[in-house]
């Protein structure tokens, strides 16, 4: 494949692709001004405060699953081993960069959060840290036997699923739509021969929403309720058709969540797909989700970015990276990463669960990250004693 040719596909991906002026590439996420309106009697929720520590040492404490946001615990940032001060300045950091709402988990338990201009029930679409949920939803289906991960998407959406020729689409598996390796181009017409080349793919990603659908006969809203929403309590999540269309003619689907709901998302990756006992998602394909997926780009799993990699491709130009793609941050970090920075990031070595919501929160150096990450896990580091 001539390299001009794919940055040029590349582009088209992100740009003219698009019915719109905002790129799809780490799918579409509404305005400030579309944000949903919180409750209006919503208390205002503290930051990391000043409380003094609380007895008791929690460097090897067990993780700890909420009931409701409301009785949801919380740890005093002194006694689980963070400068409370810092911290505090972590999040005037965070508050500057048209954050909405901010939450961080200390193995399970509320460290932190804080909101601007809206309450704890704010609730955004996203953007493309759906596709890591989408990538829970495919291993629970792959555990159920519903599907495999090297069965042939022809083989469940039939023929016509793309528009590349039948012989051409009928090569391409479940596996690689959630390694970005089908060969497909944005507009889903051949490339090149499935698992040679990387191209972060958004409308060829958005099959797996129909594959799915098609295995457990359930709608995206009704399966994720059941598979995961419903198991762990998150009451503020609900997929929603969006405006735009793919090169298909058919709509795209937002996925809206709360800041506690996406934390809740990252509590069960951290405590490897249990949640209160019970094993709501299969550990070992968040195993396989989380750790690199194929050669061509370490940094990227089954939909999940991965630091502490050799070298990244990142959208639009997949240019390479040399090193990790937030340098400041553990080398353990993995995350789902939306457009205008909705974040969520999961660091299984310090128990850490950070999520944020908001507006586009630095200049982007990349579709998938902008100067706010890099940013934002130099204070955290330093904000721990």
Request: proline share 6%; with cysteine; net charge negative.
């Amino acid at each position: 494949m001539n390299p001009s040719l794919l940055l040029a596909l590349a582009v088209c991906a992100l740009c003219a692709c698009s019915p719109d002026t905002a790129p799809d590439d780490l799918d579409s996420t509404p305005d400030a001004g579309t944000e949903a309106t919180p409750d209006a009697g919503a208390d205002p929720v503290p930051d990391a405060g000043s409380s003094e520590p609380d007895a008791g040492d929690l460097e090897n404490a067990t993780v700890v699953f909420p009931q409701d946001d409301a009785s949801w615990p919380t740890v005093a940032p002194a006694s689980a081993g963070w400068d409370t001060a810092k911290l505090n300045a972590v999040i005037d950091f965070v508050g500057s960069r048209d954050t909405r709402a901010f939450v961080i988990l200390q193995d399970g338990r509320i460290l932190a959060e804080r909101y601007w201009g809206f309450g704890p029930n704010l609730r955004r679409d996203i953007a493309s840290a759906q596709k890591s949920v989408i990538a829970v939803l495919v291993g629970i289906a792959v555990q159920k036997q519903l599907l495999t991960l090297d069965e042939r998407v022809s083989d469940v959406l039939g023929a016509g699923w793309s528009n590349a020729s039948a012989t051409a689409e009928a090569r391409i598996t479940v596996r690689h739509l959630l390694t970005m390796s089908s060969g497909l181009t944005p507009t889903l017409t051949r490339m090149a021969e499935p698992g040679t080349v990387w191209l972060y793919n958004n409308d060829a990603y958005h099959r797996l929403r129909h594959v799915l659908e098609r295995c457990t006969g359930m709608g995206i809203q009704e399966l994720s309720q059941a598979w995961l929403f419903q198991p762990l309590g998150a009451v503020n999540s609900v997929w929603q058709a969006r405006s735009d269309l793919d090169s298909k003619g058919l709509p795209l689907w937002g996925l809206h969540m709360s800041a506690k709901d996406l934390a809740r998302f990252g509590l069960l990756m951290q405590a490897q797909g249990r949640w209160n006992g019970a094993q709501v998602a299969p550990a070992a394909q968040l195993a396989l989700a989380t750790r690199p997926s194929q050669t061509l780009n370490p940094a990227y799993g089954h939909l999940f970015w991965l630091n502490g990699q050799a070298f990244a491709r990142l959208p639009p130009g997949h240019t390479r990276l040399e090193g990790s793609i937030i340098p400041s941050a553990p080398p353990d970090l993995y995350a789902g990463l939306g457009q205008d920075d909705q974040k969520v990031y999961v660091v299984p070595s310090l128990g850490l669960v950070v999520t944020r919501l908001g507006a586009q929160a630095g200049e982007r150096g990349a579709e998938a990250l902008s100067d706010f990450d890099d940013t934002l896990w130099a204070l955290l580091m330093d904000a721990r004693r």
